[in-house]
């Protein structure tokens, strides 16, 4: 029972926030009453909620419970005061991403005075392999995490996505070797990003921190103030921990 009642929660996606009933039938495959008998009672506690008529999305309560997520919380409330200062200190859009799976999690934004498009939002993930931030996470991952993603495929999501196996592993190098991930219209046509490694107290890499810019910018300028701000997130990760 709990498990077809959280397959009837996972069937929301980033790509498909609301749903109507033959929707959730579709995606679960659960008899249309058996889905109609879950969904009523998931609305009931609150984890969905009907958005006019025929039509759901994930409830409030649903995304009060998921906020108290210790780890989750800890990083954002250490993350924050640094991203702050580098929106600031930069006019643009800072990221803080975390690694989901074999997929790459925004868990904060913080929007820039500059405008410039990109595709993120707090919730929303993406292939590792197709960002700076998410290049940083998957470069500090197990070997066996880089080669499942690999086995997935590369799929090209902007002109600058590293497709290549062999590109993407030397790539990762020169992420562990430098510290950090200058990026080129690898997820969004038209911008660029420098990523950065967020570290915990043993020194394990827990995030990573990004600022957006347009593609025409120099990227090198922005590099030590990302940087900064990775390391002010990590200093205070450590002392939440103690």
Known sequence: MLGRALGVLESFTDASPELALADIVAATGLPPATAHRFVAELVE???????????????????????????????????????????????????????DGHRALFVE???????TTVRSRVGRDMPLHASGPGKV??????????????ARGLPRLAPGTITDAGQLRDALDDIRRTGYCLSREEMTEG????????????????????????????????????????????????????
Not at 109 to 115: E, K, N
Request: glycine content about 6%.
């Open 45 to 99: 506690w609150g984890a969905l909620e009907r958005v006019g008529r025929g039509r759901y999305r994930i409830g409030m309560r649903l995304w009060r419970i998921g906020a108290l997520a210790p780890h989750a919380r800890n990083l954002r409330e250490a993350a924050l005061p640094p991203m702050q200062d580098l929106a600031a200190a930069t006019g643009h859009v800072v990221h803080l991403v975390v690694l």
């Open 191 to 242: 911008t660029a990003s420098v990523a950065a490694p967020i570290r915990d107290a043993e020194g394990r890499v827990v995030a990573s921190l990004a600022v957006v810019v347009p593609v025409t910018a120099a990227l090198p300028p922005f590099l030590p103030a990302v940087q900064m701000a990775a390391a002010a997130a990590s200093r205070r990760m450590s002392r939440r921990a103690d």
């Open 109 to 115: 934004r913080l929007a820039g005075q500059h405008d």
């Open 137 to 150: 996470l998957l470069a500090h991952s197990p070997s066996r995490l880089v080669d499942e993603v690999l």
